[in-house]
């Protein structure tokens, strides 16, 4: 439960910078595609965690799994369509690399967890 809280922390901060970032920047493809889809991506793994969590409890944890999944992916859709419709596809192009923030977080923890493990392993 420690790491989930942790990534998520990690994607609000993520969410904050690329804030900070698109304002100082002053380019609206950063300071709204981006943030907005860092944020629905903070959301959508936070609803992932409720999903995981019902579906332990669930009779039919498959059902709760796939109506989970169909409302984030529906979240996501009707995101990427509204951006696009308004801002055109450079902002839809943000719009995804901003949902891939929680994506990266992870994948950056869990690289800097295992250079720490090979450091404290072959490099006394």
């Known amino acids: 439960m420690d790491e ?7 994607g609000i901060i993520t969410s904050i910078i690329i804030l900070i970032y698109g304002v100082l920047s002053l380019n609206k493809y950063v300071y709204i595609g981006m943030f ?14 409720l999903d995981a969590k019902a579906s332990l409890a669930s009779n ?3 059902k709760v799994g796939v109506v ?3 409302k984030r992916y529906l979240l996501y859709g009707i995101f990427l369509a509204i ?18 923030s929680i994506k990266i977080n992870i994948l950056a923890m869990t690289l800097f967890n295992n250079i ?6 072959h490099l006394k």
């Open 4 to 10: 989930l809280k942790k990534i998520i922390r990690r």
């Open 68 to 70: 989970g999944y169909l």
């Open 83 to 100: 951006v696009t419709k308004y801002y055109g596809f450079p902002m839809l192009v943000s719009g995804v690399i901003g949902l891939l």
């Open 36 to 49: 907005l889809g860092s944020v629905f991506s903070v959301v959508g793994f936070y609803m992932i965690c």
């Open 60 to 62: 039919s944890p498959f």
């Open 116 to 121: 720490k493990k090979f450091k404290s392993k």
